[in-house]
């Protein structure tokens, strides 16, 4: 763990993504399935995940759909990226969703389906 934003812990499986998230544009707030055809996880939902991808983009409107999809109990269980940018740090802040930044070589041993675990008090990481 390179950085804990939002602290928490939390076991799950991966859905990663290889391409930064636009949240505002990319996610449907009440299903909290990715909408955007031109996204690598297309129709995929986030809901129960834990959600890895290299960084968030565009507006900080995209903190509410964070918040939104939360409310709806479609979020994923955390977030961990290579990069946060505000709009996700403060969505996850906002939604009480665990936060964590990884390097780039952590982040190219995460595969999609995979098993992850991490704690950010005792500050570890386990996959499975």
Known sequence: MKKVLVSGKVEGIVLKSEK????????D?????ISDENHDLYQKSLKDTVLVFPSGVGSSVGAYTIYSIKS?????????CQKVDLTVATGCALANIPLITISDEEFSLIKNGMMISFDTESNQIHYQ
């Open 20 to 27: 930064p998230i636009n949240f505002l544009g990319t996610v």
């Open 29 to 33: 707030k009440k299903t909290g399935i």
């Open 72 to 80: 709806n109990h479609t979020a994923p269980l955390a977030m961990i």
